[in-house]
């Protein structure tokens, strides 16, 4: 088991290098689908302060047309018409904000869903080719083992083959020695 230790070790840090990308993938999903989100729920936000801007202007215009109409004697039924105009304008204005952010709100929602989905299918399918990786993965690892293990045995065997063949040098040797002696 010896020559397995360091192969064996390999496919762990192998597996385990699969499974920290795996995990970083899907902390990548999660963690895109959390701004999505995070920017869906900020577009009530968005839409109330471009509002307000908007409210401001036509309130800021309509100090305007009070000054006017105070300080410029006889303006009164012109400033009224342009007041009209500019009610009617930012009317307008606010009814077609309301429907850009509705259609928005729509619009991102149902890319959020269709996000939400398609990261689950990819998760999933994901998930599934990596359980088959690391099956396969696992496999490979156990015939490696295997084949190590033998390779170790075989070496093994040579090695007694071998301190055999040395002691039957060595009495070959001996046996010359005494005899040359004799």
């Given at each position: 088991m010896e020559y397995a230790t360091p192969i064996t070790t390999a496919?762990?840090?192998q597996r385990a290098t699969i499974e920290q990308s795996q995990r970083a993938v899907e902390q990548s999903v999660e963690f895109q689908k959390s701004v999505n989100e995070a920017f869906f729920d900020s577009l009530d936000t968005q839409e109330s302060a471009q509002r307000r801007t908007v409210e401001l202007s036509q309130t800021a215009i309509h100090s305007y047309l009070d000054a006017v109409e105070s300080t410029v004697?006889?303006?009164d039924a012109?400033?009224?018409?342009?007041?009209?105009?500019v009610d009617e304008q930012f009317d307008y204005l606010l009814e077609n904000h309301a429907e850009a952010f509705d259609e928005l709100t729509v619009e991102y929602e149902e890319g959020?869903?269709?996000y939400d989905e398609m990261s689950a299918d990819y998760l999933e399918a994901l998930d599934e080719q990596l359980?088959?990786?690391v099956e396969a993965h696992e496999e490979l690892e156990s015939q490696s083992v295997e084949a190590a293990e033998q390779w170790g045995d075989q070496v093994e065997d040579i090695q007694?083959?071998?301190?055999?063949l040395q002691e039957q040098v060595q009495d070959v040797q001996e046996?010359?020695?005494e005899a040359v002696e004799a």
């Open positions: 496919f762990e840090v004697p006889g303006a012109t400033v009224t018409e342009m007041r009209s105009a959020l869903d269709a359980d088959l990786l007694e083959q071998v301190e055999e046996q010359a020695a």
